[in-house]
């Protein structure tokens, strides 16, 4: 029999220094190295490894053992047990034989000391426990439980994913190269430049009315731009009050995915501009918005086909590409982890290669280079079809890109096309031993979610910039909560007082005693005073409401955020596909690759308590 571990938590330092008999437990730094020694192999349980030395901690021995698939069940949560570490019981009775009964007793005493002494080491050894790193601009946040001990593989997008780029660099260039095909077209563009800031990801381009707009999470519009100009409250009322935004109609809505969208919104609203201004020569034709936005669509694929824009980013990567230190190495915890990882991207071999070469080789050690790290690597994988249909598979057999027909992935190799269905069949996996991390909501989050089941990571570089907005905001926020708190109990008498008067008008009693006895002038001058007091605090609460979230964006707001409380279309669209979301890949390296990613309490309208806070000792 063996004792799992726990579902939510990882082997405590402390619990394998109490598995050690006395006389020969090591220090507790001595241990810490051992814990770590590759030279003693964990055994895996129903599989290789479960011989083992009887004489003790000596070299070889395996105290614990790791669960296999074919062992593996569901635990409480729903999630497999594969991957999880075991302690063997032999050495259990082993630890009651010597007398050590710390083991024993009631689990919540128990737990509350083990906590507190797994707090103190961590903060000994500088390591951020799980809650800090929760509320931390670098944190992974979790929409739906994930046990990374279960997965096997790890697949990564490459551009804006593992390679995140300057996006005034980038998407400053698309727009140039972009903006050269419209004018050889003969739109008017000489005098327009590049205004990252008009647009967030998120948005929604209304091809029909020439608008970007933000939806909350139910699809209602709440903040809307014609061209570069924001519309009015009432604007947006007037023409939105009876839509809901539904992105499976694509002949209208075009969802901002990804930092890639930027480019495309900017030039898009720019050209509205021009379109409402009459500057659009009559020669290119009787235009609406929607062709507008096809002439744009079609300037900027031309200028990403025609590869003058690769070109130039591989010519000098380091003007683009934003380097992370960091990011091999959380890869390289998790190769070392037993993960097999995969880099499947739409970018093709050249650039790929290019990109992988710049922002991985000078960080790894002893050597190695990037395609070290991956069990496979396919590019122009032509995602999304790739997680829907099979396209045919092509092995890359040279290093200046020679290609050749084949019909079998193998581990180590180098493909181009072929289909997801082909990468689980190749690695003996299905759906929910795989992560795909990567930065499009659709390409790579829904679609693999929708038809493989795979686990999903949604990788948004904002949030960081989010979560420094959102502390420089504090202090106002507050504030407005409280003027809107205030406005809702003066708000509440007044209702009272109303429906007293209302009842009083049709001789009728009002609610309480106290309230029927009040004199009539009584109660209009409680009425007069309350809606005056209301009225202040509208003209107080209005402009503050409007600002909020400017911090993060002046026009658009919070990322997350629409409106004061609700949430955004693009949080809906997060929390439906995506598992776990983060700024950056490297933001695994303050976690481990066994760590049990539990979601967090989702509250309701009519929730007595909140649990989710970290209760204080």
């Given at each position: 029999?063996?004792h799992?571990?726990a579902?939510?938590?990882?082997?405590?330092?402390?619990?394998?220094?109490l598995?050690?008999?006395p006389?020969?437990?090591p220090?507790?730094?001595?241990?810490?190295?051992?814990?770590?020694?590759s030279?003693?192999?964990?055994?895996?349980e129903?599989?290789?490894?479960?011989?083992?030395?009887?004489e003790?901690?000596?070299?070889?021995?395996?105290?614990?053992?790791?669960?296999?698939?074919?062992?593996s069940r569901v635990?409480y949560?729903?999630?497999?047990?594969?991957g999880?570490l075991?302690v063997r019981?032999?050495?259990?009775?082993a630890?009651?034989?010597?007398?050590?009964?710390?083991?024993?007793?009631?689990?919540?005493?128990?737990?509350?000391?083990?906590?507190?002494e797994?707090?103190?080491l961590?903060r000994?050894?500088?390591?951020?426990?799980?809650?800090?790193v929760?509320?931390?601009?670098?944190?992974?946040?979790?929409?739906?439980?994930?046990n990374?001990?279960?997965?096997?593989?790890?697949?990564?997008?490459?551009?804006?994913?593992?390679?995140?780029y300057n996006v005034?660099?980038w998407e400053?260039?698309?727009?140039?190269?972009?903006?050269?095909?419209l004018?050889?077209?003969?739109f008017?563009v000489?005098?327009?430049?590049?205004?990252?800031?008009?647009v967030?990801?998120g948005?929604?381009?209304?091809?029909?009315?020439?608008n970007?707009?933000?939806?909350d999470?139910?699809?209602?519009i709440?903040r809307a731009?014609?061209g570069t100009?924001m519309?009015?409250?009432?604007?947006?009322?007037?023409?939105?009050?009876r839509?809901?935004?539904?992105?499976?109609?694509?002949?209208?809505?075009?969802?901002?995915n990804t930092?890639?969208?930027?480019?495309?919104?900017?030039?898009?609203?720019q050209m509205?501009?021009?379109?409402d201004?009459?500057?659009?020569?009559?020669?290119?034709g009787p235009?609406d918005?929607?062709?507008l936005?096809?002439a744009?669509?079609?300037?900027?694929?031309?200028?990403?086909?025609?590869?003058?824009?690769?070109?130039?980013?591989?010519?000098e990567?380091e003007?683009?590409?934003?380097p992370d230190?960091?990011?091999p190495?959380?890869?390289?915890?998790?190769?070392?982890a037993g993960?097999?990882?995969?880099?499947?991207?739409?970018?093709?071999?050249?650039?790929?290669?290019?990109?992988m070469?710049h922002a991985f080789?000078?960080?790894?050690?002893n050597?190695?280079?990037?395609?070290?790290?991956?069990?496979?690597?396919?590019?122009?994988?032509?995602?999304?079809?790739f997680?829907q249909?099979?396209?045919p598979l092509?092995?890359v057999?040279?290093?200046?890109?020679?290609m050749?027909?084949?019909?079998?992935?193998?581990?180590g190799?180098?493909y181009?096309?072929g289909?997801?269905q082909?990468?689980?069949?190749?690695?003996d996996?299905?759906g929910?031993?795989i992560?795909?991390?990567?930065?499009?909501?659709?390409?790579?989050?829904?679609?693999?979610?929708?038809?493989?089941?795979?686990r999903?990571?949604?990788?948004?570089?904002?949030?960081?910039d989010?979560?420094d907005?959102?502390?420089?905001?504090?202090?106002q926020?507050?504030?407005?909560?409280?003027?809107?708190?205030q406005k809702?109990?003066?708000?509440?008498?007044?209702?009272?007082?109303?429906l007293?008067?209302?009842?009083r008008?049709?001789s009728?009693p009002?609610?309480?005693?106290?309230?029927?006895?009040?004199?009539?002038q009584?109660l209009?001058?409680?009425?007069?005073?309350?809606l005056?007091?209301?009225?202040?605090?509208?003209?107080?609460?209005?402009?503050?409401?409007?600002?909020?979230?400017?911090?993060?964006?002046?026009?658009?707001g919070?990322?997350s955020?629409?409106?004061?409380?609700?949430?955004?279309?693009?949080?809906?669209q997060i929390?439906?596909?995506a598992?776990?979301?983060?700024?950056?890949v490297?933001?695994?390296?303050?976690?481990?690759?066994f760590?049990?990613?539990?979601?967090?309490?989702q509250?309701?309208g009519?929730d007595?308590h909140s649990?989710s806070?970290r209760?204080?000792?």
């Amino acid at each position: 029999m063996e004792h799992r571990e726990a579902v939510g938590g990882a082997p405590s330092l402390l619990r394998l220094r109490l598995l050690l008999p006395p006389r020969r437990r090591p220090p507790l730094w001595s241990l810490r190295c051992r814990a770590l020694d590759s030279t003693r192999p964990l055994a895996v349980e129903g599989g290789l490894g479960d011989e083992e030395d009887e004489e003790g901690y000596e070299e070889g021995e395996s105290y614990f053992s790791v669960t296999s698939s074919r062992l593996s069940r569901v635990d409480y949560l729903g999630e497999s047990t594969k991957g999880d570490l075991n302690v063997r019981r032999e050495h259990l009775d082993a630890l009651d034989g010597n007398g050590q009964s710390t083991l024993h007793g009631p689990i919540e005493e128990i737990a509350w000391k083990e906590a507190r002494e797994a707090e103190s080491l961590l903060r000994e050894l500088g390591i951020a426990d799980p809650f800090s790193v929760r509320h931390f601009p670098r944190g992974i946040f979790c929409t739906r439980t994930l046990n990374l001990r279960s997965i096997s593989v790890i697949g990564y997008d490459m551009d804006y994913t593992l390679i995140h780029y300057n996006v005034m660099a980038w998407e400053g260039r698309a727009y140039d190269y972009g903006m050269e095909n419209l004018k050889g077209m003969g739109f008017p563009v000489d005098d327009l430049e590049f205004d990252p800031d008009l647009v967030i990801r998120g948005l929604i381009m209304d091809k029909d009315k020439g608008n970007l707009v933000k939806a909350d999470r139910f699809g209602y519009i709440k903040r809307a731009m014609h061209g570069t100009q924001m519309l009015s409250t009432s604007a947006v009322s007037e023409i939105y009050g009876r839509e809901l935004v539904d992105l499976r109609k694509e002949s209208r809505w075009e969802f901002l995915n990804t930092l890639f969208s930027v480019s495309e919104a900017v030039m898009f609203m720019q050209m509205v501009d021009k379109l409402d201004q009459g500057l659009v020569p009559a020669e290119l034709g009787p235009l609406d918005y929607k062709g507008l936005y096809n002439a744009v669509s079609r300037a900027l694929f031309r200028a990403h086909v025609e590869g003058q824009l690769k070109n130039e980013i591989m010519a000098e990567p380091e003007r683009f590409v934003e380097p992370d230190p960091e990011l091999p190495l959380a890869l390289l915890d998790q190769k070392e982890a037993g993960k097999r990882l995969l880099l499947i991207t739409n970018s093709d071999y050249h650039y790929t290669n290019k990109m992988m070469n710049h922002a991985f080789n000078r960080f790894l050690p002893n050597d190695m280079a990037w395609r070290d790290l991956f069990e496979m690597v396919i590019v122009s994988a032509r995602k999304p079809e790739f997680f829907q249909i099979s396209h045919p598979l092509y092995e890359v057999v040279t290093n200046d890109g020679l290609m050749r027909p084949c019909f079998k992935a193998n581990s180590g190799g180098l493909y181009s096309g072929g289909s997801a269905q082909m990468v689980e069949k190749s690695l003996d996996i299905h759906g929910d031993e795989i992560l795909y991390v990567g930065d499009h909501i659709y390409t790579d989050v829904s679609q693999s979610k929708v038809h493989l089941r795979w686990r999903t990571a949604l990788i948004c570089r904002e949030l960081e910039d989010e979560f420094d907005a959102l502390i420089r905001s504090h202090v106002q926020k507050e504030h407005l909560i409280t003027l809107i708190q205030q406005k809702e109990i003066v708000g509440d008498l007044f209702n009272q007082l109303r429906l007293a008067l209302q009842r009083r008008t049709n001789s009728r009693p009002a609610q309480t005693l106290a309230a029927t006895c009040m004199d009539d002038q009584e109660l209009t001058e409680s009425m007069q005073k309350l809606l005056i007091v209301m009225q202040r605090l509208d003209e107080k609460i209005a402009p503050m409401l409007e600002s909020d979230g400017e911090q993060f964006n002046k026009r658009w707001g919070w990322l997350s955020r629409a409106g004061l409380w609700d949430k955004s279309h693009l949080t809906r669209q997060i929390e439906k596909y995506a598992d776990i979301y983060t700024s950056r890949v490297s933001n695994f390296l303050h976690y481990t690759p066994f760590m049990y990613f539990q979601a967090q309490e989702q509250t309701l309208g009519h929730d007595a308590h909140s649990y989710s806070r970290r209760q204080q000792h």
